[in-house]
């Protein structure tokens, strides 16, 4: 697996109520976490992320139906497929994604250790290159 990437797997308690999860900051979940946003209503026709971060990392799970991410470190490429709410994925900073194939009313949530700033976005995948190679991530 690449270092700038990884998949989760997690623990679910089963009993005859259903199902829990609990992700914990510094656990399941390697970093201090600031903010939780997530998408819905999502379109399989209509792409999504398109960008890295300078220094956000984060982990997605997709709580309900199933999409792929392509994770790209400018090295290494992988397409990953979310399809379970016991699975996650954890992005380093400075990784492209790109998300698409959005099915079955996929509700995908993401943890993340920063709060919003725009600044560490990279929305431009020639900028994402110089980064990298300006900041020897990899
Ligand atoms: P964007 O990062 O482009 O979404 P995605 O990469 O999933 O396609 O975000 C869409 C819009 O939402 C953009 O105008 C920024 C805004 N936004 C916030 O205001 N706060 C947030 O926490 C996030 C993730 C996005």
Redesign the pocket.
């Known amino acids: 697996m690449n270092k700038n990437w990884s998949i989760l797997n997690f623990k679910s308690i089963d009993d005859e109520r259903g199902s829990l999860v609990a992700l914990e900051a510094g656990g399941e979940i390697p970093f201090d976490v600031k903010?939780i946003?997530y998408?819905f209503n999502l379109d399989i026709n209509n792409n999504?992320?398109?960008?890295a971060h300078k220094e956000l990392k984060q982990v997605l799970v997709c709580m309900h139906g199933e999409c792929k991410i392509l994770v790209d470190d400018g090295k290494d490429k992988e397409e990953i497929i979310l399809d379970s709410s016991k699975k996650g994925l954890y992005l380093n900073n400075c990784v492209w994604r790109e998300?698409y194939d959005f099915k079955k009313e996929a509700v995908l949530v993401?943890i993340v250790s920063e709060h919003?700033d725009?600044a560490d976005?990279l929305r431009n995948y020639d900028d994402f290159i110089k980064f990298i190679e300006a900041n020897h991530e990899n």
């Not at 999504?48 to 960008?51: D, V």
């Open positions: 903010r946003y998408l999504r992320g398109y960008h998300i993401a919003y725009e976005y």
